[in-house]
T-cell receptor
Framework: DGGITQSPKYLFRKEGQNVTLSCEQN?????MYWYRQDPGQGLRLIYY???????QKGDIAEGYSVSREKKESFPLTVTSAQKNPTAFYLC???????????????FGEGSWLTVV | AQRVTQPEKLLSVFKGAPVELKCNYS??????LFWYVQYSRQRLQLLLR??SRESIKGFTADLNKGETSFHLKKPFAQEEDSAMYYC????????????FGQGTTLQVKP
């Protein structure tokens, strides 16, 4: 069953701790994305990667880090430098240069991160 | 700067009424625009894209470059249309950077 899997679905973090959200896809997609979803602010792009071993900052990359060592995996680390990390995080993937060729972007189910 | 604006956080209509969800964009090149929908407890999914000029579930959207708009319309709203709708823009630089608007919650009342 192909798709994108995010884990964990719910995560609690103490202030000052780093936490890593997992995103795995078995769709053979080259491009992967991380978005943050806040009420009233929609989806904001954190980082994206077009190919293995390469990634670019989105609009709100501060306090976050990513890696892309494998095509199927794009983990997101929320560091202690992120001032307001409590949010819903969405991972997505798609084929290379896909959206212009008419392909679509697929989203995971999301991960809720709460800082306590 | 690449930006998408959805001015309405909430749009509430009665069943059978026309619906228009507004989307304005800011981009100097030739953008590609999309509408995504998120039904309750479901994943975000593509509704339609301007290049295909398609109609999905009765929804249509026309790209107006003069007004830099890509409003989503449906002549007769159904209760099952209640969801969160996001407008999104892909710039022409082929960087793969897909930007979303703030989202509009559509509430269709019986």
């Amino acid at each position: 069953d192909g798709g994108i899997t995010q884990s964990p679905k719910y995560l609690f973090r103490k202030e000052g701790q780093n936490v890593t959200l997992s995103c795995e896809q078995n769709l053979n997609h080259d491009a992967m994305y991380w978005y943050r979803q806040d009420p009233g602010q929609g989806l904001r792009l954190i980082y994206y990667s077009q190919i293995v071993n390469d990634f670019q900052k989105g609009d709100i990359a501060e306090g976050y880090s990513v890696s892309r060592e494998k095509k199927e995996s794009f983990p997101l680390t929320v560091t202690s430098a992120q001032k307001n990390p409590t949010a819903f995080y969405l991972c997505a993937s798609t084929t290379p240069q896909p959206l212009r060729s008419g392909n679509t972007i697929y989203f995971g189910e999301g991960s809720w991160l709460t800082v306590v | 700067a690449q930006r998408v604006t959805q001015p309405e956080k909430l749009l509430s209509v009665f069943k059978g009424a026309p619906v228009e969800l507004k989307c304005n964009y800011s981009y100097s090149g030739s953008p590609e625009l999309f509408w995504y929908v998120q039904y309750s407890r479901q994943r975000l999914q593509l509704l339609l894209r301007h290049i295909s000029r398609e109609s999905i579930k009765g929804f249509t959207a026309d790209l107006n470059k003069g007004e830099t708009s890509f409003h989503l319309k449906k002549p007769f709203a159904q209760e099952e249309d209640s969801a969160m709708y996001y407008c999104a823009l892909l710039g022409s630089s082929n960087t793969g950077k897909l930007i979303f608007g703030q989202g509009t919650t559509l509430q269709v009342k019986p």
